[in-house]
């Protein structure tokens, strides 16, 4: 009798929060909860289900804190001594900035952390520009121009960026270039996951020697990995976010203007949001 008693109580606690019917499912015995259990569990005076068991018998997944992962959740590999001890300096002067930048890039020509990229690089592509600059451009990945050259942004995306610049009113060698990766992956694809965050450490090497004030972010690779961001460029882009001390525009990518052409129109009204940033006016 009392079992039909708390059924019955909980099936008019069911009526009552407007349920009309209820489907037949036949579970486990083992997964049957009692009556009396879900009725408390919908007043909600019952305790939360405990959580369930990792797959291997007495072990726990592993929390990792956010600076141990890339935007994407891979994992960062560890950080080399050598870099490390690099980072753990100051640098002042262009001078200090011009030779820990040169000792980062020793590290980056003999990287090997991605085989299919170092298998197929002919070069690493690790930055250009002034060491000393309060801007910082960021694309996604070299191309083969930049693969055969050892610079980026050289092929005719780089050719319309320096468009873009100029008529900025800036010049390149005021400005600090670099990619999210140093190495060009095959076929121009875009960067896997795993090489953005094999890379990461020398990317925030190249932003805490140089120390910029303000970073461009060209493209939804760019912009996502160096933020940490989900969303794509054209969410992100016509506003400014931050990075460490550096104020940060994105954009879109100068190859995706030359698929695209009524997107420069776009960039446009964000570089005249960048340079107003700067103190200059462009009209």
Not at 21 to 48: D, E, I, Q, Y
Not at 236 to 251: E, N, S
């Given at each position: 009798?009392?079992?039909?008693?708390?059924l019955?109580?909980?099936?008019?606690?069911?009526?009552?929060s407007?349920i009309?019917?209820?489907?037949?499912?036949?579970?486990?015995k083992r997964?049957?909860?009692?009556a009396?259990?879900?009725?408390?569990?919908l007043?909600?005076?019952?305790?939360?289900?405990?959580?369930s068991?990792?797959?291997?018998?007495?072990?726990?997944?592993?929390?990792?804190s956010?600076?141990?992962l890339?935007?994407?959740?891979?994992?960062?590999?560890?950080i080399?001594e050598?870099?490390?001890?690099l980072?753990?300096?100051?640098?002042?002067?262009?001078?200090?900035k011009t030779e820990?930048?040169s000792?980062?890039?020793?590290a980056?020509?003999?990287?090997k952390r991605c085989?299919e990229?170092?298998?197929?690089?002919?070069?690493?592509?690790?930055g250009?520009?002034?060491?000393?600059?309060?801007i910082?451009f960021?694309g996604?990945a070299?191309?083969?121009?930049?693969?055969?050259?050892?610079e980026?942004?050289?092929?005719?995306a780089g050719?319309?960026?320096?468009?873009?610049?100029?008529?900025c009113?800036?010049?390149?060698e005021?400005i600090?270039i670099?990619?999210?990766?140093?190495?060009?992956?095959?076929g121009?694809?875009?960067?896997?996951?795993?090489?953005?965050?094999?890379?990461?450490?020398f990317l925030?090497?190249q932003?805490k020697?140089?120390?910029?004030?303000?970073?461009?972010a060209w493209g939804?690779v760019a912009?996502?990995?160096?933020?940490g961001e989900?969303r794509?460029?054209?969410?992100?882009?016509?506003?400014f976010?931050?990075?460490?001390?550096a104020?940060?525009m994105c954009t879109?990518?100068?190859?995706?203007?030359?698929?695209?052409e009524?997107a420069?129109?776009?960039?446009?009204?964000?570089?005249?949001?960048?340079?107003?940033?700067?103190?200059?006016?462009l009209?």
């Amino acid at each position: 009798m009392t079992d039909n008693r708390v059924l019955r109580q909980f099936l008019e606690l069911m009526s009552a929060s407007g349920i009309s019917h209820l489907p037949t499912v036949t579970l486990p015995k083992r997964a049957a909860a009692p009556a009396k259990l879900l009725a408390a569990r919908l007043k909600g005076t019952a305790p939360s289900a405990p959580q369930s068991p990792s797959r291997k018998s007495g072990s726990q997944i592993p929390l990792m804190s956010p600076d141990r992962l890339a935007p994407n959740s891979a994992e960062r590999p560890e950080i080399l001594e050598s870099t490390h001890l690099l980072l753990e300096q100051t640098f002042r002067t262009e001078e200090q900035k011009t030779e820990g930048l040169s000792k980062l890039a020793e590290a980056v020509s003999v990287c090997k952390r991605c085989a299919e990229l170092a298998d197929t690089r002919r070069q690493t592509v690790f930055g250009v520009g002034n060491p000393d600059a309060e801007i910082m451009f960021i694309g996604e990945a070299p191309g083969a121009d930049e693969d055969r050259q050892g610079e980026p942004f050289v092929g005719a995306a780089g050719k319309l960026m320096d468009k873009i610049i100029a008529a900025c009113g800036l010049k390149r060698e005021e400005i600090y270039i670099c990619n999210i990766l140093r190495c060009r992956p095959p076929g121009n694809r875009n960067p896997h996951p795993q090489e953005a965050a094999n890379c990461r450490e020398f990317l925030d090497g190249q932003i805490k020697i140089i120390a910029p004030k303000h970073i461009v972010a060209w493209g939804t690779v760019a912009a996502q990995n160096l933020l940490g961001e989900t969303r794509p460029v054209g969410r992100l882009r016509g506003q400014f976010l931050q990075h460490g001390d550096a104020r940060v525009m994105c954009t879109y990518h100068p190859s995706y203007l030359l698929r695209n052409e009524s997107a420069k129109k776009l960039v446009w009204e964000d570089m005249k949001l960048f340079m107003k940033e700067l103190g200059t006016d462009l009209g």
